[in-house]
């Protein structure tokens, strides 16, 4: 019996030819996936025909933006071009879900030609205007094929309106441009908005660093978004095996409309989408930190066992939660053993100590690399990059003299890393891991051959091409497995990790909790711009807390604006504790104990959003941002900052709390400043005076009792 009948006929008899599940029904000829926020009606091919889009739009209201017919996807294999316009048989469909209250269905498709079967998978979630979608390319033929050029979504937009007066929010949501667009490794989410229709579309890219690729009006008249294109400078490429299956990264959409500017979706959809269901691992995270302290600046690698000792006491005293050991701990990199030199007795004394103190401790490592003069790389030189010409090469910096080499994830590298790791986490009870140093591509070298693996040797890819995908998928294995035996364990997956300049993005927030994202060194007020610039910047749509960014030093002299300026993404300080005051510790502990009563009251570090009436941080103007509880609406904080600003007062409005319940902003000493109820604070507000011209304050938001 042909397959669509039989399918068709089990329909009939189990549910009156409907096959329905909550956010997913079926018939012969059409899909319908509505949450009762979204719906989108997929064209099913009956014995033969195209898989098209035919609507997607909110369920209320008009929405303008995309044809009858949209492409939905399209791909190449082995130089060929499949879409949903080319001819697919039907094969079945079945309801699908997640395990972050994903629901909806997967439908199942083979190619004319026989040679693939394609799974298309689609799941919407409870409230949200979101659509999640990935695709499964199975290789049907006897031989290996290449799988490129990857749409996940390729939507066909309506006429001269949309390409014309639509903004594009490119790089994070945050930068604002008009007409074609071809996105780059910051675009992990891009949003589409038309102001005169009130309507737009959110474009979220779950491919890992520079794999990723969402287009906007580029070649033609669509929107796509999937993984890099062959012709590109990291051009994605994926040999599947015969009888073999891959899986796309997802990516997910939302329509909507009804906001005159994109950031209302930026700040509310968005954010509950990716903190309630994208599977990120702060999420997860059963505690989360408040207050961070790293050894970096000013010390580097001169460290030792007795100096570590003091900066952790100091660092203790001033109220700090988590102290990181950086570079210099180890022998060499590869090994990693302890430098006896430095630290005799071992590091678990040492993390011993760090515990007593009541801090968790941390420590560096780079994930990747190996000194030409380890063990490891005499022992197994097969686990190591080689560069086009086939020697070994460093892929983080370029350095002919440099004795680091880079490894191979696609090797036996990936079990000898993690073994090493979870000795020092399950042994000597690390609790905090900051992983650095290029692992697919670097920051700092910007010639694209400089990258990835050119081996042939490596089971787990065949060419270099392929190398990107598979060594950014190995690292997150190793992530997981992590995970998996220290479930509450911190990884701080550094934008050098990540292979760019201040790079974050889905991909490391479902395997990571943090992203070290940069090395600002700044005494003065430009290194707190820069802080709450990068923060500003990369959220909402990245989460706040994962945002580590570097190098504020503890014993600067505006060290208080340092504190006040990372409390809108995660404070971490460096610097030498020791130089402080008794004053200076007794305001340290103050800051620490605020910090964490906010966590422990509103659960801040699981929030952001930008403060109404403010931008993006500069010279000459006021910023600020928002941490409030949107779920239970009980309060939560704001920062409030001058920054070269004629203007000595400001009006603050506050979004997002329960209109119909009064509260207080308080200022970190406890002076009420304002006592309103949620409708007044987002409507009036109340009026703040910063008389120093660059300054800012921290207030607690809390319901009047």
Not at 110 to 138: A, G, M, T, W
Not at 148 to 161: A, C, H, I, L, P
Not at 403 to 410: G, K, L, P
């Amino acid at each position: 019996m042909n397959r669509f009948l039989f399918v068709l006929m089990i329909g009939i008899l189990t549910s009156g030819f409907v096959v329905s599940a909550p956010y997913a029904k079926w018939t012969a000829t059409e899909l319908t996936l509505n949450n009762g926020i979204v719906e989108r009606i997929i064209q099913l091919p009956t014995t033969e025909g195209n898989f098209l889009t035919t609507s997607y739009k909110p369920v209320e209201g008009e929405f303008k933006y995309f044809q009858p017919t949209n492409t939905d996807f399209q791909f190449e294999l082995n130089g060929i071009t499949y879409s949903g316009k080319s001819d697919w048989s039907f094969v079945s469909v079945k309801a699908i879900t997640d395990s972050h209250q994903g629901d909806g269905a997967a439908v199942t498709l083979r190619s004319q030609d026989k040679k693939i079967e394609v799974v298309l998978k689609f799941l919407l979630y409870p409230n949200l205007p979101v659509i999640r979608k990935s695709l499964v390319v199975k290789n049907l033929i006897s031989t290996d094929v290449a799988l490129e050029s990857v749409d996940v979504e390729k939507f066909n937009v309506t006429g001269y309106y949309v390409t014309t007066f639509s903004w594009i929010y490119s790089d994070y949501g945050r930068r604002c441009s008009i007409g074609p667009y071809q996105g780059n490794m910051q675009d992990a989410l891009v949003i589409v908005h038309n102001m005169d229709w009130k309507a737009g579309i959110v474009i979220g890219n779950e491919a890992s660093g520079v794999m990723k690729r969402t287009s906007i009006f580029w070649d033609a008249p669509d929107i796509t978004s999937g993984l890099t294109y062959k012709d590109q400078r990291f051009p994605f490429r994926k040999w599947i095996k015969p009888n073999e299956s891959f899986e796309t990264p997802q990516v997910f959409t939302m329509v909507y409309n009804n906001h005159k500017d994109a950031k209302e979706i930026l700040n509310t959809a968005v954010p509950d989408f990716i903190r309630k269901h994208l599977g990120i691992r702060l999420s997860e995270l059963q505690e989360k930190p408040t207050f961070v302290y790293n050894t970096w600046h000013p010390f580097g690698k001169k460290i030792d066992e007795k100096l570590i000792m003091e900066l952790a006491k100091a660092a203790a005293d001033a109220g700090m939660k988590e102290f990181v050991i950086d570079d210099g701990w180890q022998d060499n990199y590869g090994d990693w053993g302890i430098d006896k030199t430095k630290f005799p007795n071992g590091l678990k004394p040492v993390f011993d100590y760090i515990k007593s103190l009541g801090m968790k401790p941390g420590l560096w490592v780079s994930v990747g690399s190996a000194s030409s003069a380890s063990k490891v790389y005499h022992e197994h030189p097969e686990w190591f990059v080689h560069d086009k010409n086939g020697n070994f090469a460093n892929l983080h910096i370029d350095n002919a003299n440099d004795e680091i080499r880079s490894a191979c994830y696609s090797t036996g590298w990936k079990d000898y890393i993690k073994n090493i790791l979870l000795k020092l986490a399950l042994d000597y009870g690390l609790e905090y891991l900051k992983l650095d140093f290029a692992v697919v591509t670097s920051a700092y070298r910007f010639n694209p051959e400089n990258s990835g693996c050119y081996s042939t040797e490596h089971a787990g890819h065949k060419d270099h091409n392929e190398s990107l995908f598979v060594n950014y998928e190995r690292m997150w294995e190793l992530f997981d497995e992590l995970h998996a035996a220290k479930p509450n364990l911190f990884i701080d997956c550094t934008f050098e990790a990540m292979g760019g300049l201040q790079l974050i993005d889905y991909a490391m927030l479902k395997h990571a909790e943090g992203n070290w994202l940069s090395n600002f060194y700044g005494p003065d007020d430009l290194g707190d711009l820069r802080i709450r610039n990068m923060a500003w910047w990369r959220s909402p749509a990245m989460s706040a807390t994962a945002l580590v960014i570097g190098n504020p030093r503890m014993d600067d002299k505006l060290w208080e604006t340092h504190i006040k300026s990372l409390a809108g993404a995660l404070p971490i300080m460096l610097g030498d504790p020791r130089k402080l005051s008794t004053v200076d510790f007794a305001k340290y502990r103050k800051y620490a104990d605020w910090l964490q009563s906010m966590q422990t009251r509103y659960d801040i570090m699981s929030y952001r959003q930008d403060l109404p009436g403010f931008g993006e941080p500069m010279e000459g103007n006021w910023d600020g941002f928002q941490r409030i509880n949107t779920e239970s609406k009980t309060g939560g904080i704001i920062g409030v900052f001058r920054h070269g600003a004629v203007e000595t007062k400001r009006n603050i409005t506050i979004n997002y709390l329960d209109p119909a319940k009064n509260y207080k902003v308080k200022t970190l000493a406890g002076k009420v400043v304002a006592e309103l109820s949620g409708d007044k604070l987002s409507t009036k507000g109340f009026e703040i005076k910063l008389p120093d011209l660059y300054s800012g304050e921290l207030f607690e938001i809390s319901i009047k009792k």
